[in-house]
């Protein structure tokens, strides 16, 4: 008998027939004699449905009040999830988080799981009865609800995995695993069998909306195997696990984007100790976060150039910020560029494949692609480009990497 | 200072827009000096959209799952008032059910409150807060969402006035109080400005739509005022008060009535003790509800006739069982009438005023209007009518009784 967490998100519970599809599945993996602890996403749409009434209340609506709204998404699916499920003659009931209780911090609206209670629903598993838990929400030390952030529900799905001590953490969605890159932009994507923590980290952070990129990172801490699947299909997914079981025959595993990049060069900046400090400093104050950071000393060796991407949403405040600090940075003047993109590569084979960055540059230079920065960690390459060379971007790398 | 509580329902909260109104009317009552308990419906509609979904899901949906479910419609109104209400600069917070706890016993569907816990909320409106409280819902011994049944907030409403041992209740809808009679059917109904419990109740039960009757019967029984009031208009609206206080100018208060009844007669039945309960007693089992019930006894003195009326919908099961308990029963036929409608009188001033009944036989009498079958009590007298004479018989009635 194995013990597992079958999470479904929003677009697999998203109408009354689907959640009754779902609940053939649970009742068919609860038939094998499966322990089953269900979680459950709110219904697709719903929360946005409840942000866009909060907004339309206040442009600064409570962020306790928006907890205990936007927890109710979840409080309904998993009830009508749970009634399914006891319509089947399975024996079932939903818990909220405030009923277990799954306590967080009081970060409202992005808190921490500290600790999930489990001996009730352990009973109530060990009976045969099937759990179904709300995503997405806990209780805080102050008795009020607390929400862990947009896409919570793959964080809940992980934490319940790690405090029931589960066999596996499957993750029902409406794709059939995580991709080698957007079908949407290259028909060629194809499914990956298995991918590892640390690429699957990369690949979410820079754009596969498959798992939260801190789901994932949770899953990688506490060393949880995820099984991403199809809710629509019984094929395999994709299988996200430690590098080290990892057999990787291929240098690039996927290739993700980013749109809506801008660019910023602080150009001749006088070259000395702390100036990139200086620069960063009060933009990191405002909360703008900088992605790829470049800086490389002029001809003359006394000036700099500091080059680095922001959001574009974020450009005009970051523009604003460096003239006001243009005494302290003392710099020659600032250029900048919008309509941006970032391509990546990503794999874990790449550190024993020597040549991957060489074989990556070609391929974007004879499709006359401009690479206008690049950055680089251990298990990626990302370059800059002009957002309208995405496609053509990614389909040559994607061809040049084999996973065609 | 006073401690009010005010109860908005689902149409005074039905949209964003009316919300922020409602919001509104809170800080004005606030700004007076009151502490103020808020208490919540669902917004109009939300709740009759959750049952659709459990009704697609399962045609027998648990009842403790659909507490879960149903109490989510006030977890959002709740939450966005509150927000409303905080972004007018007034410290406010919403309270669900079980948060408080309003405990409740484990009748799921149609709890009762047991206990309300009075100390943290006590605390926040001694310090100028507004308390926002989720109507229709508790919690019960064994940790899980019960609710009050339909229209439960009022019942709420009421609870927490008397545990609060607040100065008024304040009920506000969408109109502007309880009328003499439903104006749809008579634009001569004028609101009346008070009225006893035991009116109300019998109004209530009678089709007047302003409160549900249980919720009325509870505020008779602690003796607490309540005020029908409109949430769109700063008029006075309605008290509910004890019949001491109220001086009758009028024999009649107001006028009922409900459709779709059905009429049964069992005809010649063997006059002897017990026959009414051999009748009643299997219907009653079916959890049919029997209303009025006249029996007579036939010339001969050895048989009898007994009639009574039912809802419309039950009357094909009724006659049934009263089919399958011929012989116990031992009658000589049954006849059964439809489409039959109760109109009622109802005024504490009718004990001290005779005439009442023949006034309103002549009144009917007078316009062709046949009466099928007569029950009174101390403060009402209802007669079945043919459905279609509903309109005609309510506005000869309000006219005969001074009411226009």
Known sequence: MKRLVLKFGGTSVGTVEKIKKVANIIKKRHSEGNEIIVVVSAMSGATNELVKKSNLISKNFDEKELDSLLSSGEQVSSSLLSGAILDLGIKARSWLGWQIPILTNDNH??????????????????????????????????????????????????????????????????????????????DKAKKIDKISYEEMLEMASL????????????????????HVRSTFSEKSGTKIISESEIDHKKAVTGIAYSKNNAKVSIVGVVDKPGVAADVFEPIGKNNINIDMVIQNTSLDGKTANITFTIKEEDLKKTLDLIEKNKQKINY??????????????????????????????????????????????????????REDLIQKAVKVLHKTFELN
């Open 207 to 226: 754009g596969a909306k498959v798992m939260q990129p801190s789901a994932v990172q949770s899953s990688m801490i506490d060393n949880i195997p995820i």
């Open 332 to 385: 020659n003047k600032v250029t900048h560029d919008d309509k941006l993109a970032k391509v990546s590569i990503i794999g874990a084979g790449m550190i024993a494949s020597p040549g991957v960055t060489h074989k990556m540059f070609r391929a974007l230079a004879d499709e006359k692609i401009n690479i206008l920065a690049i950055s680089t960690s251990e298990i990626k390459i990302s370059v800059l480009v």
């Open 109 to 186: 609206n992005s808190s921490q799981i500290i600790k999930i209670k489990t001996d009730e629903i352990l009973g109530f598993i060990s009976n045969g009865g099937v759990a179904v838990i709300a995503g997405f929400q806990g209780i805080s030390m102050e008795n009020r609800i607390t929400t862990l952030g947009r896409g919570g529900s793959d964080l809940s799905a992980v934490a319940i995995a790690k405090f029931f001590q589960t066999d596996s953490c499957e993750i029902y969605t409406d794709v059939e695993g995580v991709l080698t890159t957007d079908p949407a932009i290259n």
